[in-house]
């Protein structure tokens, strides 16, 4: 697989090619987040009182969301000059 990337020696593009990809950590993350939703407005509700539509209820909660994270040693090497380096990822995702 090649990549559209700098050869930190030589400073050549297009020459990049990834040769390895080591999991280096995983782990869990759960955090709190705010989610906020709209009730629907009946049509029933606009007749009820003179024709003016009510507003929406805005109904906010506190919802754990738990995050996969997940560490990637990646080893690229350079076709031109040869040269070799490793670089670390972090890849989010929500669970």
Do not use: N
Not at 8 to 14: I, K, L, N, Q, S
Not at 39 to 53: D, E, F, K, L, V
Not at 67 to 85: A, E, L, M, N, S
């Amino acid at each position: 697989m090649e990549f559209l990337r700098h050869c930190p020696a030589c400073g050549r593009r297009f020459q990049i090619r990834l040769i390895g990809e080591k999991l280096v950590d995983e782990r869990k993350v759960t955090e709190v987040a705010k989610r906020t939703s709209e009730t629907p407005i009946a049509a029933s509700s606009t007749y009820r009182y003179g024709g003016i539509p009510t507003p929406p209820v805005v109904v906010e909660e506190d919802v754990p969301v738990t995050i996969d994270v997940r560490d990637f040693q990646y080893t690229y090497q350079c076709k031109h000059c040869g040269h070799v380096w490793s670089e670390v990822h972090e890849e989010d995702r929500e669970v």
